[in-house]
């Protein structure tokens, strides 16, 4: 990545950047092949049926946890 342009998408805030944030409920990220980055609410509605932890596999459960502050 070092000689090329990137966007990078991250589930949890990786440096300080003030830039970095939560993706809204419903987002959806567009990136152009220049790497203008834009998004809007693409879903804007709650689901009609949402997914319970206790419906997940043990990896899937392991793989949710409340975001912290870095």
Known sequence: ?????VVVVATEKMTRDPQWRLME??????VSVGLDVASDIAFPHEPRTKIKLEQLDA???ASQH?????
Do not use: C, I, S
């Open 1 to 5: 990545m070092v000689n090329r342009h």
């Open 25 to 30: 409920p419903g987002e959806l990220l567009h």
């Open 59 to 61: 990896a899937e459960t």
């Open 66 to 70: 409340p975001q912290d502050d870095h």
